[in-house]
């Protein structure tokens, strides 16, 4: 272990895979998908078919550029990389290509709600922020935060997420 840190280190012995996971990421991940929402609302009326597959590849992409990181960033520097590793640091980061299902998702339903595309990337916008926030929540959770400061941690995600849509107002104006 020496020379890696605690973020790049292996598990402790013992831990399940969702021990593994890395929310962190997921939650950057929603963000990044609530500003592709943002451009692509800003476009004009986007294709419902064509922003859920932007939302699904955002998501897959940022996973894979993840992984690449952490495995090839400063891992690369102490140890070789095995096919096991390489499964470890895709299953901790599987979070980041699953937080781009509920956008997408709320992009497929659109239509059955009676939503426009305007409507849509609002829903989708909406989706992904409360993602955001939850997914946050849960790493500051998982980080071992606890009262006042994980309403703090929610409070200052919930700020943030809100920007996004200050952005989206102010681009749509």
């Known amino acids: 272990m020496e020379g890696r840190s605690p973020v790049q280190g292996t598990p402790p012995p013992g831990a399940g895979a969702a021990e593994r996971r890395d929310y962190t990421g997921a939650a950057f991940c929603s963000l990044l998908l609530a500003s592709v929402v943002i451009g692509a609302g800003s476009l004009g009326s986007f294709p419902r078919l064509k922003l859920l597959l932007l939302l699904l590849f955002t998501g897959v992409v940022f996973w894979a550029a ?87 941690a929610g409070a200052v995600n919930l700020f943030l997420g809100l920007l996004i849509v200050l952005l989206k107002v102010a681009l749509a104006h």
């Not at 090839?72 to 980061?93: D, L, N």
């Not at 059955?112 to 989708?124: K, N, S, Y």
Request: glycine letters at 10%; proline letters at 7%; a positive charge.
């Open 66 to 152: 993840n992984v690449f990181a952490r495995l090839f960033g400063e891992r690369i520097m102490y140890e070789p990389v095995s096919v096991k590793e390489i499964r470890r640091v895709c299953v901790a980061q599987w979070p980041i290509a699953k937080a781009a299902v509920p956008p997408a998702v709320a992009v497929a339903v659109s239509p059955l709600l009676g939503l426009g595309p305007v409507g849509t990337a609002w829903l989708a916008l909406g989706v992904a922020l409360a993602e955001y926030v939850g997914w946050s929540t849960a790493a500051a959770v998982r980080a071992g935060v606890t009262g006042r400061a994980l309403v703090t």
